[in-house]
Nanobody, 123 residues
Framework: QVQLVESGGGLVQAGGSLRLSCAAS????????MSWYYQAPGKQRELVAT???????QYADSVKDRFTISRDNAKNTVYLQMNNLKPEDTAVYYC?????????????????WGQGTQVTVSS
């Protein structure tokens, strides 16, 4: 089995910074894209940022120039550095990974989610 465990959420004032981490563990062969999503109360889960196995990153327009996604492939870990946080960034942040696993000798890629970490930005 595979687990994605997030950490680093918390309460911060507007203009502050937080760094989220998400570590994948288990029967992992490799990992394709890793991503961060957020979900505010009463809203759908939305993509914040995604990074390929080669390090190519893409961002939602609302977080460009403020958030930076990175990964450490040796540690199966993805990070989200969040700077200049705004109250509208308040949400539960979820990590997602496209995890490569060998099942009965066949390599396949499976979608896994973390449990979520709360980020609250006060004005």
């Amino acid at each position: 089995q595979v687990q994605l465990v997030e950490s680093g959420g918390g309460l911060v004032q507007a203009g502050g910074s937080l760094r989220l981490s998400c570590a994948a563990s288990g029967n992992i062969f490799n990992i394709n894209a890793m991503s961060w999503y957020y979900q505010a109360p009463g809203k759908q889960r939305e993509l914040v940022a995604t990074i390929s196995s080669g390090g190519s990153a893409q961002y939602a327009d609302s977080v460009k120039d403020r958030f930076t996604i990175s990964r450490d492939n040796a540690k199966n870990t993805v990070y989200l550095q969040m700077n200049n946080l705004k109250p509208e960034d308040t949400a539960v942040y979820y990590c997602h990974g496209e995890i490569g696993m060998r099942v009965r000798g066949v390599l396949g890629y499976y979608s896994y989610w973390g449990q979520g970490t709360q980020v609250t930005v006060s004005s």
